[in-house]
């Protein structure tokens, strides 16, 4: 079954700390994976993608990772502004069947000064 | 580039009514939209994909009478929540893929729907 698995589900920071949120997916065939960013009450937001042949994808103080042999995704973001409080969803598309995306439940977190 | 706008950004109505969403692409024609559904706390449900000028594809157990899909044209797809009751109220987003290449999918801002 094609399935994106994220962790924590929620996650509270100081501000300027750093955090790393992880993706795990069962999607196959594989043909991108996404990091977005949805504020509360708007629509999400690309972060970052990824291919297949791409390991590491920089966006500002977002940094995501994909290891394709094992499956997994980080987004790690550096020095927290309160401004990045908000769901992350990890989108795997799947290439079975007309860009398909599965998506990932979230992580919710929440930066405090 | 690549914005994608929803209107009504948020609706209250009567329980029985019908309800219309606008997603439009703004600067680049969309081949394919996509409609989203998503309850508090959870995450995005595709309910049906439209392609320009051809009849949506609807996800399994959305129906397909209660939820009308237009796609008049590259730019324009519409959701109509035909006979609106309270378990319709929900948060619909809307996204358009690009017409090139593999096509990045980008989300519309989102439609609240409050159903009373």
């Known amino acids: 079954k094609n399935q994106v698995e994220q962790s924590p589900q929620s996650l509270i920071i100081l501000e300027g700390k750093n955090c790393t949120l992880q993706c795990n997916y069962t999607v196959s065939p594989f043909s991108n994976l996404r990091w977005y960013k949805q504020d509360t009450g708007r629509g999400p937001v690309s972060l970052t993608i990824m291919t297949f042949s791409e390991n590491t994808k920089s966006n500002g103080r977002y940094t995501a990772t994909l290891d394709a042999d094992t499956k997994q995704s980080s987004l790690h973001i550096t020095a927290s502004q309160l401004s990045d409080s908000a769901s992350y969803i990890c989108?795997?598309?799947?290439?079975?069947?007309?860009?398909?995306?599965?998506f990932g439940a979230g992580t919710r977190l929440a930066v405090h000064p | 580039g690549a914005v994608v706008s929803q209107h009504p950004s948020w609706v209250i109505c009567k329980s029985g009514t019908s309800v219309k969403i606008e997603c439009r692409s703004l600067d680049f024609q969309a081949t394919t939209m996509f409609w989203y559904r998503q309850f508090p706390k959870q995450s995005l449900m595709l309910m049906a994909t439209?392609?320009?000028?051809?009849?949506?594809?609807?996800e399994q157990g959305v129906e397909k009478d209660k939820f009308l899909i237009n796609h008049a044209s590259l730019t324009l797809s519409t959701l109509t929540v035909t006979s609106a009751h309270p378990e319709d109220s929900s948060f619909y987003i809307c996204?358009?893929?690009?017409?090139?290449?593999?096509?990045?999918?980008?989300f519309g801002p989102g439609t609240r729907l409050l159903v009373l």
């Open positions: 996204s358009a893929k690009t017409r090139e290449g593999p096509g990045t999918q980008y």
């Open positions: 439209s392609n320009e000028g051809s009849k949506a594809t609807y």
């Open positions: 989108v795997v598309s799947f290439s079975g069947g007309y860009n398909k995306l599965i």
